[in-house]
């Protein structure tokens, strides 16, 4: 079955440099969420969009920005990084009221891992 | 937002041996899920409980909801080495972001 895919899976960044993630979710899933983990941490919630429109934000920074395109993926911007961007960051699908998974079960992807230096 | 307090933070044990990890809030919650995360991996989904006093079962996993819907636990009977892992619960707020636990992290030795 297809899952979540993510890219890059690794990025190497300097300070101050910018930074997209890219997110494509599973094929009829119109929900992506963006999770930010820190080393030996739990997931922190960032931002979730539905149907394209930003649904709900959480601890997300200001110098991040994301969005959800007409074909459902979903980019993650950051622009400015510093040494604690330094993260794994997950993207998650789920099918809203598509109803092809229930829409309680979220299914994360890959992860990009982003260092700064 | 809703917090989820988790312990412990670390376990080993010896294979074949039992392990729980338990999850506990102040306020009521509307659910609770529990995901599983493999060293290097990403969170995958186990199940979700939605029911005060309910208890689901996965072969060696057992999942409660407390009566009063504040705690919750996974169990897991006679532990294989392919446990290995960080569990998490989570509860699902409003637009359906997770707020996570902090995780228990299970080592077995073989």
């Known amino acids: 079955a297809a899952g979540v895919i993510q890219s890059p899976r690794h990025l190497i960044k300097e300070k101050r440099e910018t930074a997209t993630l890219k997110c494509y979710p599973i094929p009829r899933h119109d929900t992506v969420y963006w999770y930010q983990q820190g080393p030996g941490q739990d997931p922190q919630f960032l931002i979730s969009?539905?149907?394209?429109?930003?649904?709900d934000k959480g601890s997300i920074p200001d110098r991040f920005s994301a969005q959800q395109f007409s074909d459902y993926h979903s980019e993650l911007n950051m622009s400015s990084l510093e040494l604690g961007d330094s993260a794994l960051y997950f993207c998650?699908?789920?099918?809203?009221?598509?109803?092809?998974?229930?829409?309680?079960?979220?299914?994360f992807g890959p992860g990009t891992r982003l260092t700064v230096t | 937002g809703q917090q989820v307090m988790q312990i412990p933070q670390y376990q080993h044990v010896q294979e074949g041996e039992d392990f729980t990890t338990y999850c506990n809030s102040s306020?009521?919650?509307?659910?609770i899920q529990w995901y599983k995360q493999r060293p290097g991996g990403h969170p995958v989904f186990l199940i979700q409980?939605?029911?005060?006093?309910e208890v689901k079962k996965q072969k060696r996993l057992t999942f409660q909801f407390g009566e009063a819907k504040k705690n919750s636990s996974l169990h897991i009977t006679a532990t294989q080495t392919t446990d290995v892992g960080t569990y998490f619960c989570?509860?699902?707020?409003?637009?359906?972001?997770?707020?996570f636990g902090k995780g228990t992290l299970l080592t077995v030795n073989p």
């Open positions: 409980l939605v029911k005060s006093g």
């Open positions: 998650a699908s789920s099918a809203g009221l598509a109803g092809v998974t229930p829409l309680y079960e979220q299914y």
């Open positions: 969009f539905y149907e394209k429109m930003q649904s």
């Open positions: 989570a509860t699902q707020g409003s637009n359906y972001k997770l707020t």
């Open positions: 306020t009521t919650l509307s659910n």
